[in-house]
């Protein structure tokens, strides 16, 4: 069964915000020359893929992702020989590189937006969306957008309003357009033609926008989420199995779509022989316990049990058709420890049992850049530290609302994007061996006792845990090719599940609470250990936030 498997299932991914990475010319921000500089790192951590975020010409409205030209490199990060350098040195270590296409909008500077917005007669006047006002010159439509405020710009010189799901700054591009469509896929061959080695499909849930009517309004604002409305609209798959058969067939790359809006039940349209992606990055175990509201997320109480039902579902619907892609990080979330668990946790213990989920459930691990050092959240006290967009958006909201600062920035402390997009801590010297100039975004404090280089030397630290476990999927092809069973459904304390393969069958135990937990040790008859964060770890008990897998031959 084994062989049948591509090289994209048996590999780790590891996804690189290119900002925050490592610089390498002292201007603040990471670069290309970094990556390459540290590819050794990657792949000693079992790195096969390399996600870069866009490393395209922007004005940085939204770090990137509002891009001005998709077949270039913008000179804060490098020059295309740089990228040109990093494919194939990366290529000499068994790595691909990735890249981040963002097709459902471009930057408000891109020569396209400039021309489709010059007047209503142009050759590209119906390459964005725009649509007239209504008769009392208000929005089209009462959708909100993802970052807050009208999806909707008035634009002077076209006497109409564009549509952008996101920022402004980010129009969204005209899909039933299909001289648009011709013109995304080329973009995409270019860079297959640079030899990388997949996509990673920025919001592409998005693409297709059904009927412009109001939705019924969810807050004080007369506005309804843009998500409601538009997310994996009817119609979607059709572009997409285009895109499919035009820039992936009979190429040996994978696609990953960013799918907000697809659920499991959606997956077997989305994935595998007769669906549109490989795999689809889907949002219910990253949105456990929000709820949107009008200024991004609020937060609501879950359980054990709920997030292993999820888990357990998406394992399922991906089983016989497709493939998974587990995560719990990226740039767009805050660090995964402060979500799944409560402040006093021990990081240590808890970044050991994601590490453990990450590698033994069934799927490709995708490692997001200090996930595997257990970096935690940041907590800054000045609005003015912070500089994602979205966040600054949703803190002079909230203010408006009438929150104090402290309150303010107490929601912005939990939910801030920034929290995952500080510095990568390599060293315990200055700038955390980042830079040698100043960070472009504050490094988070911990570095002198949080960095590659101290875990390295520790046995017992996250990152010798992340190494090893990739070693170990790498070297039990259970854990790779294997079956998914949940066991233990209704403990509230453990998740287990059983990865079985031809001869053999791992059993994979965590712990999530700070109370010893106990289970039928009869469960591990005949099994071995393989690897535990415990001391002493024992069948039939497990200690605080442990993490144990365990192995018998059937
Ligand atoms: C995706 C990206 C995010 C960006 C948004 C708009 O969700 O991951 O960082 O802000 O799309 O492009």
């Not at 996509?199 to 009927?211: E, G, L, N, Q, V």
């Not at 190429?251 to 997956?267: P, Q, Y």
């Not at 002198?448 to 039990?476: F, G, K, M, Q």
Request: aromatic fraction near 12%; glycine fraction near 8%.
């Amino acid at each position: 069964m084994e062989d049948r498997l591509k090289w994209w299932q048996k590999t780790n991914v590891c996804e690189i915000y290119v900002r925050s990475f490592q610089d390498s010319d002292g201007d603040g921000i990471g670069d290309l020359k970094g990556i390459t500089q540290r590819l050794d790192y990657l792949k000693k951590l079992g790195i096969g893929a390399v996600w870069i975020t866009p490393c395209y010409p922007s004005p940085q409205a939204d770090n990137g992702y509002d891009i001005v030209d998709y077949c270039a490199i913008d000179e804060t990060f490098g020059t295309m020989e740089d990228l040109e350098t990093l494919i194939s040195e990366a290529g000499k270590r068994g790595i691909c590189i990735v890249m981040d296409l963002v097709f459902n909008h471009t930057s408000d500077q891109h020569a396209w937006f400039l021309e489709s917005s010059s007047g209503k007669e142009n050759p590209k006047s119906d390459w964005y969306i725009w649509r007239d006002a209504k008769p009392d010159g208000s929005e089209p439509t009462n959708w909100r957008s993802i970052f807050g405020g009208s999806a909707w710009t008035w634009s002077e010189t076209r006497g109409q309003y564009y549509l952008h799901t996101f920022l402004k700054e980010q129009p969204d591009l005209n899909w039933e357009n299909p001289e648009v469509r011709c013109a995304l896929y080329d973009t995409a061959i270019f860079w297959l033609d640079k030899g990388v080695g997949g996509f990673r499909m920025d919001a592409i849930t998005y693409i297709k926008k059904p009927a412009f009517t109001d939705g019924v309004p969810d807050a004080g604002d007369g506005m309804t989420a843009i998500h409601e409305m538009i997310a994996n609209s009817d119609g979607i798959l059709d572009f997409l199995h285009e895109f499919k058969d035009t820039v992936q067939s009979g190429r040996d790359i994978f696609t990953v779509g960013e799918a907000n809006g697809v659920n499991a039940s959606d997956l077997p349209e989305w994935v595998g022989s007769e669906g549109v992606f490989d795999m689809v990055f889907e949002f219910s175990h990253i949105l456990l316990g929000l709820k949107e509201g009008t200024a991004g997320a609020g937060r609501i109480g879950w359980t054990l049990v709920d997030l292993k039902r999820i888990l357990t579902d998406s394992q399922e619907k991906n089983a016989g058709n497709g493939w998974y892609p587990v995560y719990f990080e990226n740039h767009d979330h805050p660090r995964c420890i402060d979500h799944y668990f409560p402040g006093t946790a021990d990081s240590n213990m808890a970044a050991k049992i994601i590490g453990t989920l990450l590698f033994t459930l069934r799927g490709t691990p995708f490692v997001y850049q200090g996930q595997e050092l257990g970096l935690r959240n940041v907590a800054w006290d000045d609005i003015n530290d912070y500089n994602d967009i979205s966040t600054r958006n949703r803190y002079g909201f909230l203010i408006s609302e009438g929150k104090t600062p402290v309150e303010a920035l107490a929601a912005i402390h939990f939910f801030s994007r920034d929290s995952a997009r500080t510095p990568m801590q390599w060293t315990a010297d200055k700038n955390a061996g980042f830079t040698r100039g100043t960070p472009w975004l504050p490094v988070n404090e911990n570095y002198r006792t949080c960095n590659v280089a101290s875990e390295e030397a520790d046995p017992d630290s996250i990152l010798s845990w992340y190494r090893a476990l990739a070693e170990i999927r790498r070297s039990h092809s259970e854990l790779i090719e294997g079956s998914y069973e949940e066991i233990l459904h209704d403990s509230s304390q453990i998740y287990a599940f059983i990865r079985r393969g031809t001869t053999a069958e791992a059993i994979i135990l965590t712990n999530f609470s700070e109370e010893t937990a106990e289970y039928d040790a009869a469960l591990l008859d005949g099994a071995a250990l393989v690897i535990s964060s415990a001391e002493n770890s024992t069948k039939g008990m497990l200690e605080h936030l442990e993490s144990a897998v365990y192995k018998r031959k059937i």
